[in-house]
């Protein structure tokens, strides 16, 4: 028999009954996801910023990571911008599965974990979540041969990632193998981005130094100022050096781009050197060619690691996005979040696969779906 009074355990019972109502709480597995601070999604935008995302017809997804959103950004000429969220937490790398319309984004809190998001009425919404061991660390995402890998940076390896929920290690730079099993114990080198080829030895793939030492990436006085590298896929080994503290490393025809982002540097790998195209007022990271336009993401620097952007005036740095052109380095428009603190990546898809999330950028709001139908269910 209770000890409770009816009163107390009705009391109770609708405490209960009303957690956990949100959609986007049992999305995250976090209850405050309902309750993101509007400031974070106040932005400022400069040039033809709108115009030309509805002139290339497509909608840009960025992590911010810090902040724990997914952000969706999309125009079109008769509607104007649009901005809306999804809460994740610690989202980093995006790829997109454009051969079957899929969206997989990485969340790097322990557990680590891999969201697979599907168009649903226009809305991007979750079908999948697969939880991975914390000690992977995954960061960058990529398809590779039509499979879904992604850095192990606390293994210093590439990893396949299964529908199953299984992982593979199936690349390490040789300086790695050298070390045998205790090579892939900690984070030794920041092996953070992919540049994705046709397969494993047409990719590459950036990383703060070209071998293990006793100070290790987190540390404050590991080594950063011209050490980073690219890895090729081939070779195992650095094809190009000089680099400070390297990410986002993209293949686009033909030409291999990297943000070399304690530098705030946008540019091209090539010859084995890296040539800027772009300098700009933040800590570059995040990157996605479309149509001869780079978007590239910035950052604010974390106060910790201001040694890790010698090339940065740190105090002056921003979270944004900006529209480079390609060939000339042209600043072309921006958003900014004055708010705002750390992006990882930005991708881009077609505005005909999805607008965005079904928050719209109402702090708060429930509309994120409570049943839908797939293909998969129709056809049955």
Not at 24 to 34: K, R, T, Y
């Amino acid at each position: 028999m209770s000890n409770h009074p009816p009163a107390k355990l009705a009391r109770l019972s609708d405490h209960h009954n009303a957690k956990w109502r949100n959609p986007a709480q049992v999305l995250a597995l976090w209850e405050q996801a309902d309750k993101i601070n509007p400031d974070l999604l106040s932005h400022k935008v400069r040039g033809g910023w709108w115009d030309l995302l509805a002139r290339l017809d497509i909608t840009l997804l960025v992590t911010r990571e810090y902040e724990h959103l997914v952000l969706a950004l999309r125009a079109d000429r008769q509607h104007g911008g649009a901005v809306s969220y999804l809460p994740v937490p610690h989202p980093s790398g995006i790829a997109v599965d454009r051969r079957r319309g899929i969206v997989h984004l990485a969340s790097t809190r322990n557990p680590n974990s891999i969201v697979a998001l599907r168009p649903l009425r226009g809305f991007l919404a979750p079908m999948r979540c697969q939880f991975l061991p914390g000690s992977l660390r995954l960061h960058d995402l990529a398809m590779i041969g039509g499979r879904l890998h992604g850095n192990a940076v606390g293994q210093n390896a590439i990893v396949e990632l299964h529908d199953d929920g299984r992982y593979e290690r199936v690349w390490w730079p040789k300086c790695i193998a050298s070390a045998g099993k205790s090579g892939f114990a900690c984070n030794y080198l920041q092996l953070n981005s992919i540049a994705a080829g046709a397969n494993m030895a047409g990719s590459y793939f950036s990383a703060s130094t070209d071998k293990p030492g006793a100070r290790r990436p987190g540390h404050r006085n590991f080594a950063v100022d011209g050490r980073g590298v690219i890895f090729s896929g081939k070779t195992r080994q650095p094809i190009v050096r000089g680099l400070t503290r390297p990410h986002s490393a993209r293949l686009h025809r033909g030409q291999l781009w990297v943000d070399n982002s304690g530098y705030g540097q946008l540019g091209i790998a090539r010859d084995g050197r890296f040539e800027p195209v772009a300098t700009l007022p933040g800590w570059t990271r995040g990157l996605c060619l479309h149509k001869g336009v780079a978007f590239v993401g910035v950052s604010r620097v974390i106060p910790r690691y201001a040694v890790y952007a010698p090339g940065l005036e740190v105090d002056e740095a921003t979270c944004g996005v900006h529209a480079v052109d390609a060939a000339s380095g042209k600043l072309l428009g921006s958003i900014t979040w004055p708010s705002g603190n750390q992006i990882f990546a930005v991708e881009w898809v077609p505005r005909s696969f999805t607008g965005g999330f079904p928050s719209w950028g109402r702090p708060g709001a429930t509309d994120l779906f409570y049943a839908f139908e797939t293909r998969a269910d129709r056809e049955q």
